[in-house]
């Protein structure tokens, strides 16, 4: 139990559907990522927020959208999704960059399958 | 960002201890040297961290090389639960917590 949720832990959807990602963290902290992991590649970094400010979009496509309401809750939209984007979609939290050590604590993830 | 360099995969065998490399020549002086791992079916989870000097921790140690260009973690007595993929990450001193992941090493481990 890492003190960070997600749901759902799996999630099939056909690409013309839209579906929510859903993190919270319970340890306090004030920034969340969200990551993606498909087969066989890196970890790779998608979107970062800061005291519910979005800092980082690495050039994530418009049909993941993501949303933090506050600084314990993180979604991740999907609309119009293709089948590479099927992947493990991992949730992490953090306390503000350049405080302590910048230790990342992951959920379980999302396992993405779009059809 | 800079980059780390690390062997696909290891083997070792339980209860031995096992020296995890990883190249990192590109790092400039206010970089860390971080170390998470990724058990099957699970997000990554924090191993160690370091910037000048050894480290120690209840995981795991990490022996960073002098001139800072190479750094090896080492888990004391391996059991089959270390059995995991050992990432080797670059982080600037202050910024961003961002950290961006490279392929890192699958360790096996034999009973």
């Known amino acids: 139990e890492t003190g960070v949720t997600q749901t759902p832990r799996h999630l099939v959807m056909g690409m013309t559907n839209k579906k929510s990602l859903k993190c919270e963290q319970h340890?306090?902290?004030?920034?969340m990522y969200w990551y993606k992991q498909s087969a066989k590649k890196p970890l790779e970094l998608m979107f970062v927020?800061?005291?519910?400010?979005?800092?980082e979009n690495n050039s994530v496509p418009s049909r993941f959208s993501p949303e933090c309401p506050n600084s314990s809750h993180l979604f991740l939209h999907l609309h119009t999704l293709q089948p590479e984007d099927s992947a493990l979609y991992l949730c992490?939290?953090?306390?503000?960059?350049?405080?302590?050590?910048?230790?990342?604590?992951f959920g379980e993830g999302s396992r993405l399958t779009v059809l | 960002d800079a980059k780390t360099t690390q062997p696909n995969s290891m083997e070792s065998n339980e209860e031995e201890p096992v020296h995890l490399p990883c190249n990192h020549s590109t790092i400039s002086g206010t970089d860390y040297i971080h170390w998470y791992r990724q058990l099957p079916s699970q997000g990554p989870e924090y191993v160690i961290h370091g910037l000048t000097s050894n480290v120690n921790n209840r995981m795991a140690s990490l022996a960073i090389a002098e001139d800072r260009k190479s750094s090896t973690l080492i888990l004391h007595r391996a059991t089959l639960r270390d059995a995991a993929v050992y990432y080797c990450?670059?982080?600037?001193?202050?910024?961003?917590?961002?950290?961006?992941f490279g392929t890192g090493t699958r360790l096996t481990v034999i009973p």
């Open positions: 992490a939290s953090s306390q503000r960059p350049g405080e302590n050590t910048g230790e990342l604590f």
């Open positions: 990450i670059l982080r600037l001193r202050s910024g961003a917590n961002n950290l961006f």
């Open positions: 927020y800061n005291f519910k400010e979005q800092t």
């Open positions: 340890l306090g902290h004030n920034a």
